[in-house]
């Protein structure tokens, strides 16, 4: 079974900073399937970008996804005010098959 | 515009039952694989069920196998899970979410359903 541990757990940051966050597998992960979430409190979650690098139907370009192998990172070049929320990785699994999320990253306020 | 709205949450008693039931709008439900997606208070996302787009694959996460199934009506555009013997480790809001085709990302979900297993 894949493990995604992301890291830091938080990060604190001003407005207009770049933020960088990153995934790690536990084995290899298929780029085709892994993915970024944006989830803020009492939200559901945001897809964000799919297969690694696809940023999701409006989704702003300042939002990047990147990485291969067990090593992803989602940057988000300028943070805007509304950024600040926690950051979910995933990954969908054949073997065994099903999907896995990491333990999130807190954006939080400098 | 595309919708999914979960209802049937509740607070129920340990190793008691709850049937959730999501209802897809705005797209052509018979044609996307759906999962259930849980988050307990102040924790991360955890996967529960995966169903294709004609329920003839089924996948758990072990923490629910066995006490969990996933089921769907494509006639009436829902999503089902049914939940017997609860925990209270299964309480949790509960969200329905649709598959970005051929990429295993949930693209739209719906707003959540809480379930309580307390007594």
């Known amino acids: 079974e894949i493990v995604l541990t992301q890291s830091p757990g938080t990060l604190s940051l001003s407005p207009g900073e770049r933020a960088t966050l990153s995934c790690r597998a536990s084995q290899s992960v298929s780029s085709s399937y892994l993915a970024w979430y944006q989830q803020k409190p009492g939200q559901a979650p945001r897809l964000l970008i799919y297969g690694a690098s696809s940023r999701a139907t409006g989704i702003p370009d300042r939002f990047s996804g990147s990485g291969s192998g067990t090593d992803f990172t989602l940057t988000i070049s300028r943070l805007e005010p509304e950024d600040f929320a926690v950051y979910y990785c995933q990954q969908y699994g054949s073997s065994p098959p099903g999907l896995t999320f990491g333990g999130g990253t807190k954006v939080e306020i400098k | 515009e595309v919708q999914l709205v979960e209802s049937g949450g509740g607070l129920v008693q340990p190793g008691g039952s709850l049937r959730l039931s999501c209802a897809a709008s705005?797209?052509?439900?018979?044609?996307?694989?759906m999962n259930w997606v849980r988050q307990a208070p102040g924790k991360g996302l955890e996967w529960v069920s995966y169903?294709?787009?004609?329920?003839?694959?089924?996948y758990y996460a072990d923490s629910v196998k066995g006490r969990f199934t996933i089921s769907r009506d494509n006639a009436k555009n829902s999503l089902y899970l049914q939940m017997n013997s609860l925990r209270a480790e299964d309480t949790a809001v509960y969200y329905c979410?649709?598959?970005?085709?051929?990429?295993?990302?949930?693209?739209?979900w719906g707003q959540g359903t809480l379930v309580t297993v307390s007594s």
């Open positions: 705005g797209f052509t439900f018979s044609s996307y694989e």
């Open positions: 169903i294709s787009s004609s329920g003839s694959t089924i």
């Open positions: 979410a649709r598959v970005v085709a051929a990429a295993g990302a949930l693209d739209y």
